[in-house]
C-alpha cells in the first residue's frame, strides 16, 4: 500500500507561470483533500474533492486556483500565474468516506516561486 | 466558529512526560486528532478520539478530551529524542464535509 502520493516533491516557477500539483489517494480512498501550509503555521483547508465532484471549496482562493479530481488520474490542483505569496507546502490527504478514521496526508509538495 | 489553539513550544527532557495541550471551538465536533510532523516531511496521524469519549490510551500516548471545556490533550510518556517533532491538534469540523480545522502546532523539544 503506496500511501498518499504527491507529486513532485519541490516545485520551482518564476512569478506568472502555472503549477500543478498531483496527488493520487491511497487505495479504497475515494475522498480527496487539500490543504496548504505557510512557513510557521498550520495547515488550512484548501478544497475536498470527490471523484469528478467537488463537495467544499471554501478555502481555496477565489482567483487563479482551481482543482479537479477525475475520474481516471491523480487530483491535480492548479494555481495559474503564480505569484511569491503562493510559496507554501502543499499537502493531500484522502480518506475512506467521511474521513471518521483519520486522513491519510502525502508528503506534500513544496512550491517555490521565485 | 473555527478556531483551534495550541502552545507554540514545549521542551522537556529525555525520559520525562510530555503534554501538549489544545482548545477548540466548534462542540459539534465528531473526532478531534493528533498529527506529527518531522521536518520537511507530511503529518503522520498519531491517534484519534471520537467525541463521546474522554480518554483513549494507545502505548506511550494518552488523550484526554474535556467537552465541557473543549479542551484536548496528548500526553507522551517516556518521551525520546525521536519524539522531537511539530504536534498538531485537529477538529472534524461540524459540518461533516471532510474538513479538519487544525492547530497551529506545537514544536516539541526533547533534551538528552
Not at chain 1, 491523480?74 to 503562493?86: A, E, F, K, T
Request: a positive charge; aromatic letters at 10%; one cysteine or more.
Amino acid at each position: 500500500n503506496a500511501g498518499v502520493m504527491q507529486n513532485p516533491r519541490h516545485l520551482v516557477r518564476r512569478r506568472g507561470q502555472e503549477a500543478r500539483l498531483r496527488c493520487s489517494p491511497m487505495k479504497g480512498h475515494s475522498h480527496v483533500y487539500w490543504y496548504r501550509q505557510l512557513p510557521e503555521e498550520g495547515l488550512k483547508f484548501m478544497v475536498y474533492l470527490q471523484k469528478e465532484n467537488i463537495i467544499d471549496e471554501s478555502g481555496m482562493p477565489k482567483e487563479r486556483f482551481s482543482a479537479e479530481f477525475p475520474k481516471e488520474g491523480p487530483s491535480i490542483l492548479r494555481i495559474q500565474q503564480v505569484v511569491r505569496g503562493d510559496s507554501a507546502a502543499y499537502f493531500c490527504a484522502s480518506s475512506r468516506s467521511d474521513g471518521a478514521y483519520g486522513y491519510t496526508f502525502g508528503s506534500g509538495t513544496r512550491l517555490t516561486v521565485v | 466558529g473555527e478556531d483551534v489553539e495550541q502552545s507554540l513550544f514545549l521542551s522537556v527532557r529525555e525520559g520525562d512526560s510530555s503534554v501538549i495541550n489544545c482548545t477548540y471551538t466548534d462542540s459539534s465536533s465528531t473526532y478531534l486528532y493528533w498529527y506529527k510532523q518531522e521536518p520537511g516531511a507530511g503529518l503522520q496521524l498519531l491517534t484519534y478520539i471520537f467525541s463521546n469519549m474522554d480518554m483513549k490510551q494507545d502505548q506511550r500516548l494518552t488523550v484526554l478530551l474535556n467537552k465541557k471545556d473543549k479542551h484536548l490533550s496528548l500526553r507522551i510518556a517516556d518521551t525520546q529524542t525521536g519524539d522531537s517533532a511539530i504536534y498538531f491538534c485537529a477538529e472534524n469540523f461540524s459540518g461533516n464535509t471532510g474538513k479538519l480545522i487544525f492547530g497551529q502546532g506545537t514544536t516539541l523539544q526533547v533534551k538528552p
